[in-house]
């Protein structure tokens, strides 16, 4: 079946760093990927939606210039923390949309960033 | 106001109960997901509904458009069921979650 695969699963980065995570569609064309900030015992939320070739749509309240995503291709989109916080600790996970299997939407696996 | 509403929050059940984890939507919806969120983290996707009823082993995910509800039930609960529910209204190029429900089995 499809797979999303994001990495890392874990990273530890220090205060004012960037740190990179990867999701990727591994066997599907994702035009659609999108991002979420889950933190501890809360629901997911939806931090922007991008799709391939143009700049993602964020949600009110996240700063586009500290939470870059780029989707260059059909198959991987990034989101970049950058200048990082203690307080951007949480767990990030992304998801795509199979446009040729109805925009059938698989999650990743999701990577926890700690930022000490 | 929350999108998109869950109930219970927490839900205790003894090993082989039957569960029922409801979900209201006040949007109209392409389609709604039901995932499993394990302690560690990860996310499993279960079900995608857009109408009807959708059975996968012990797992039954149900949705009425009308009255934008779904639920998913669990027969024979197991402690492996343990975990976080939530559900997930896909709406245009968008998607809502609910609170999610915590879900544990006691053997």
């Known amino acids: 079946g499809a797979v999303v695969s994001q990495h890392p699963s874990w990273v530890i980065c220090k205060s004012g760093t960037s740190v990179k995570i990867e999701c990727r569609s591994l066997d599907f064309q994702a035009t659609t990927m999108f991002w979420y900030r889950q933190f501890p015992k809360q629901s997911l939320m939806l931090m922007a939606t991008s799709n391939e070739g143009s700049k993602a749509t964020y949600e009110q309240g996240v700063e586009k210039d500290k939470f870059l995503i780029n989707h260059a291709s059909l198959t991987l989109s990034t989101l970049t923390v950058t200048s990082a916080h203690p307080e951007d600790s949480s767990f990030y996970i992304c998801?795509?949309?199979?446009?040729?299997?109805?925009?059938?939407?698989?999650f990743g696996e999701g990577s926890w960033l700690t930022v000490v | 106001k929350n999108e998109v509403e869950q109930s219970p929050q927490n839900l205790t059940a003894q090993e082989g109960e039957f569960i029922t984890i409801n979900c209201s939507y006040s949007v109209g919806i392409s389609a709604l997901h039901w995932l499993q969120q394990h302690p560690g983290g990860g996310i499993v996707s279960l079900f995608m509904l857009s109408s009807g009823k959708k059975k996968h082993g012990r797992l039954i995910a149900t949705i009425n458009i009308q009255e934008k509800h779904s639920s998913l039930h669990i027969t024979a609960s197991h402690p492996r069921d343990s975990a976080v529910y939530i559900c997930?209204?896909?709406?245009?190029?968008?998607?809502?979650f609910g609170a999610g429900t915590r879900l544990t089995v006691k053997p």
């Open positions: 998801s795509a949309s199979d446009r040729d299997r109805y925009n059938t939407i698989y």
């Open positions: 997930a209204a896909h709406f245009n190029n968008d998607m809502r």
